[in-house]
Protein backbone atom coordinates (compact mmCIF):
# COMPACT_ATOMS: atom_id res chain seq x y z
CA UNK A 1 0.00 0.00 0.00
CA UNK A 2 3.07 2.61 1.22
CA UNK A 3 4.83 1.30 -2.06
CA UNK A 4 2.21 1.87 -4.71
CA UNK A 5 1.36 4.76 -7.08
CA UNK A 6 0.15 7.33 -4.83
CA UNK A 7 1.30 5.76 -1.36
CA UNK A 8 3.56 7.37 1.32
CA UNK A 9 6.59 6.01 -0.52
CA UNK A 10 6.14 5.03 -4.17
CA UNK A 11 8.06 2.09 -5.52
CA UNK A 12 8.72 1.38 -9.12
CA UNK A 13 6.07 -0.20 -11.17
CA UNK A 14 7.97 -3.52 -11.91
CA UNK A 15 8.96 -3.58 -8.66
CA UNK A 16 5.63 -3.75 -7.41
CA UNK A 17 4.00 -6.27 -10.35
CA UNK A 18 7.01 -8.68 -9.26
CA UNK A 19 5.63 -9.24 -5.72
CA UNK A 20 1.83 -9.16 -6.73
CA UNK A 21 2.79 -12.05 -9.12
CA UNK A 22 5.22 -13.45 -6.40
CA UNK A 23 2.31 -13.38 -3.49
CA UNK A 24 -0.29 -14.41 -6.12
CA UNK A 25 1.62 -17.47 -6.77
CA UNK A 26 2.50 -18.66 -3.40
CA UNK A 27 -1.05 -18.27 -2.48
CA UNK A 28 -2.43 -20.10 -5.08
CA UNK A 29 -0.52 -23.15 -4.31
CA UNK A 30 -1.85 -25.79 -1.57
CA UNK A 31 0.25 -25.99 1.57
CA UNK A 32 0.39 -29.93 0.97
CA UNK A 33 1.90 -29.33 -2.44
CA UNK A 34 3.97 -26.05 -2.07
CA UNK A 35 5.46 -28.26 1.18
CA UNK A 36 6.63 -31.05 -0.59
CA UNK A 37 8.09 -28.39 -3.73
CA UNK A 38 9.97 -26.39 -0.37
CA UNK A 39 11.67 -29.90 0.42
CA UNK A 40 15.18 -29.27 -1.55
CA UNK A 41 15.26 -25.41 0.30
CA UNK A 42 14.99 -27.25 3.52
CA UNK A 43 17.14 -29.45 2.81
CA UNK A 44 19.51 -26.68 1.20
CA UNK A 45 19.40 -24.63 4.73
CA UNK A 46 18.63 -26.93 7.56
CA UNK A 47 20.53 -29.68 6.30
CA UNK A 48 17.09 -31.82 6.71
CA UNK A 49 14.08 -32.44 4.78
CA UNK A 50 11.87 -34.64 7.73
CA UNK A 51 11.22 -33.87 11.59
CA UNK A 52 9.36 -30.63 12.96
CA UNK A 53 12.75 -28.40 11.96
CA UNK A 54 11.96 -28.98 8.45
CA UNK A 55 8.96 -27.78 8.62
CA UNK A 56 9.84 -23.91 9.53
CA UNK A 57 10.94 -23.29 5.92
CA UNK A 58 7.19 -24.18 4.45
CA UNK A 59 5.21 -22.57 7.04
CA UNK A 60 7.58 -19.65 6.59
CA UNK A 61 7.25 -19.16 2.58
CA UNK A 62 3.12 -20.84 3.34
CA UNK A 63 2.66 -17.61 5.94
CA UNK A 64 3.93 -14.50 4.21
CA UNK A 65 2.38 -14.10 1.58
CA UNK A 66 -1.17 -14.78 3.20
CA UNK A 67 -0.24 -12.86 6.19
CA UNK A 68 1.06 -9.98 3.51
CA UNK A 69 -2.26 -9.66 1.80
CA UNK A 70 -4.13 -9.48 5.62
CA UNK A 71 -1.59 -6.35 6.26
CA UNK A 72 -2.65 -4.84 2.59
CA UNK A 73 -6.53 -5.13 3.75
CA UNK A 74 -5.64 -3.46 6.82
CA UNK A 75 -3.84 -0.83 6.27
CA UNK A 76 -6.50 0.47 3.00
CA UNK A 77 -8.98 1.05 5.80
CA UNK A 78 -6.78 3.94 7.09
CA UNK A 79 -8.65 7.09 6.10
CA UNK A 80 -6.51 8.49 3.01
CA UNK A 81 -7.89 12.12 4.92
CA UNK A 82 -5.60 11.16 7.93
CA UNK A 83 -2.35 10.38 5.68
CA UNK A 84 -2.90 13.42 3.77
CA UNK A 85 -3.07 15.63 6.72
CA UNK A 86 0.16 13.63 7.90
CA UNK A 87 1.77 14.57 4.74
CA UNK A 88 0.53 18.17 5.21
CA UNK A 89 2.43 18.60 7.96
CA UNK A 90 5.64 17.68 6.76
CA UNK A 91 6.39 13.83 8.71
CA UNK A 92 8.04 11.68 6.79
CA UNK A 93 6.71 8.29 4.81
CA UNK A 94 8.80 6.32 8.04
CA UNK A 95 6.84 8.24 10.24
CA UNK A 96 3.55 8.31 8.25
CA UNK A 97 3.72 4.32 9.03
CA UNK A 98 4.84 3.99 11.32
CA UNK A 99 3.16 6.59 13.68
CA UNK A 100 -0.20 6.94 11.19
CA UNK A 101 -0.70 3.88 9.65
CA UNK A 102 -0.19 0.95 11.60
CA UNK A 103 -1.89 2.31 14.33
CA UNK A 104 -4.77 3.75 12.99
CA UNK A 105 -5.49 0.32 11.25
CA UNK A 106 -4.46 -1.64 14.94
CA UNK A 107 -8.02 -3.44 15.37
CA UNK A 108 -7.59 -5.10 11.95
CA UNK A 109 -4.32 -6.25 11.98
CA UNK A 110 -4.75 -7.39 15.35
CA UNK A 111 -7.44 -9.34 13.86
CA UNK A 112 -5.67 -10.13 10.85
CA UNK A 113 -2.63 -11.48 13.04
CA UNK A 114 -5.21 -13.66 14.81
CA UNK A 115 -6.61 -14.99 11.40
CA UNK A 116 -3.44 -15.89 10.30
CA UNK A 117 -2.17 -17.42 13.92
CA UNK A 118 -5.23 -19.83 13.50
CA UNK A 119 -4.38 -20.77 9.84
CA UNK A 120 -0.68 -21.49 10.67
CA UNK A 121 -1.63 -23.85 13.56
CA UNK A 122 -3.42 -26.02 10.92
CA UNK A 123 -0.19 -25.19 8.40
CA UNK A 124 1.42 -27.09 11.32
CA UNK A 125 -1.02 -29.72 12.04
CA UNK A 126 -0.88 -30.39 8.15
CA UNK A 127 2.98 -30.62 8.15
CA UNK A 128 2.79 -34.04 10.24
CA UNK A 129 3.13 -35.77 6.42
CA UNK A 130 6.78 -34.82 6.87
CA UNK A 131 6.95 -35.81 10.33
CA UNK A 132 6.36 -32.55 12.55
CA UNK A 133 4.60 -31.17 15.23
CA UNK A 134 1.49 -32.25 16.23
CA UNK A 135 0.07 -33.42 13.51
CA UNK A 136 3.05 -35.73 13.35
CA UNK A 137 1.82 -37.12 17.02
CA UNK A 138 -1.88 -37.71 15.67
CA UNK A 139 -1.06 -38.98 12.10
CA UNK A 140 2.05 -41.61 13.66
CA UNK A 141 0.85 -42.36 17.19
CA UNK A 142 -3.00 -41.62 16.99
CA UNK A 143 -3.49 -42.59 12.66
CA UNK A 144 -0.92 -45.61 12.07
CA UNK A 145 -0.75 -47.09 15.21
CA UNK A 146 -4.29 -47.09 16.20
CA UNK A 147 -4.23 -45.36 18.93
CA UNK A 148 -7.58 -43.15 18.67
CA UNK A 149 -6.64 -41.63 22.33
CA UNK A 150 -3.73 -39.92 21.07
CA UNK A 151 -5.61 -38.20 17.85
CA UNK A 152 -8.58 -37.27 20.34
CA UNK A 153 -6.26 -35.42 22.66
CA UNK A 154 -4.46 -34.01 19.51
CA UNK A 155 -7.90 -32.33 18.16
CA UNK A 156 -8.92 -31.48 21.21
CA UNK A 157 -5.62 -29.53 21.76
CA UNK A 158 -5.74 -27.90 18.40
CA UNK A 159 -9.57 -27.20 19.04
CA UNK A 160 -8.49 -25.14 22.58
CA UNK A 161 -5.67 -23.61 21.09
CA UNK A 162 -7.72 -22.12 18.52
CA UNK A 163 -10.47 -20.94 20.96
CA UNK A 164 -7.84 -19.42 23.36
CA UNK A 165 -5.92 -17.25 20.40
CA UNK A 166 -9.40 -16.44 19.13
CA UNK A 167 -10.51 -15.10 22.21
CA UNK A 168 -7.50 -13.10 23.07
CA UNK A 169 -7.40 -11.30 19.65
CA UNK A 170 -11.01 -10.51 19.70
CA UNK A 171 -10.52 -8.93 23.05
CA UNK A 172 -8.02 -6.92 22.24
CA UNK A 173 -9.05 -6.46 18.84
CA UNK A 174 -12.42 -4.18 20.21
CA UNK A 175 -10.14 -2.89 23.25
CA UNK A 176 -8.26 -0.92 20.69
CA UNK A 177 -10.84 0.05 18.47
CA UNK A 178 -11.97 3.52 18.68
CA UNK A 179 -15.05 3.09 17.20
CA UNK A 180 -16.43 0.68 19.61
CA UNK A 181 -14.12 0.66 22.15
CA UNK A 182 -15.23 2.42 26.15
CA UNK A 183 -13.32 5.55 24.90
CA UNK A 184 -15.10 5.46 21.43
CA UNK A 185 -18.97 4.80 22.59
CA UNK A 186 -18.24 7.94 24.90
CA UNK A 187 -17.12 10.17 21.79
CA UNK A 188 -20.43 8.78 19.92
CA UNK A 189 -22.44 9.46 22.66
CA UNK A 190 -21.04 13.17 23.06
CA UNK A 191 -21.19 13.33 19.35
CA UNK A 192 -25.17 12.56 19.06
CA UNK A 193 -25.39 14.62 21.49
CA UNK A 194 -23.79 17.43 20.01
CA UNK A 195 -25.81 16.87 16.45
CA UNK A 196 -29.37 17.07 18.42
CA UNK A 197 -28.38 20.58 19.81
CA UNK A 198 -27.38 21.52 16.90
CA UNK A 199 -29.99 20.39 15.04
CA UNK A 200 -32.67 22.36 17.89
CA UNK A 201 -30.97 25.33 17.28
CA UNK A 202 -31.87 25.27 13.30
CA UNK A 203 -35.59 26.78 12.61
CA UNK A 204 -37.60 23.95 10.64
CA UNK A 205 -35.48 20.79 11.73
CA UNK A 206 -36.92 18.30 13.73
Do not use: H
Not at 33 to 52: E, F, K
Not at 80 to 88: N, R
Not at 171 to 184: E, H, S, T
Request: aromatic content about 4%; proline content about 6%.
Amino acid sequence: VAGEEGGVRPLPRPVMSALNVIINILRSVPFLILMVLVIPLSRVILGTSIGTVATIIPLIVAAFPFVARLVEASIREVDKGVVEAAQSMGCSPLQIIAKVMIPESRPSLISGFTTAFITILSYGAMAGAIGGGLGSMALNLGYQRRMNIILWVSVVVLVILVQIFQSIGTCLAVRFDRRIGPGGKRRRRKETGQDIQRERKIPGTM
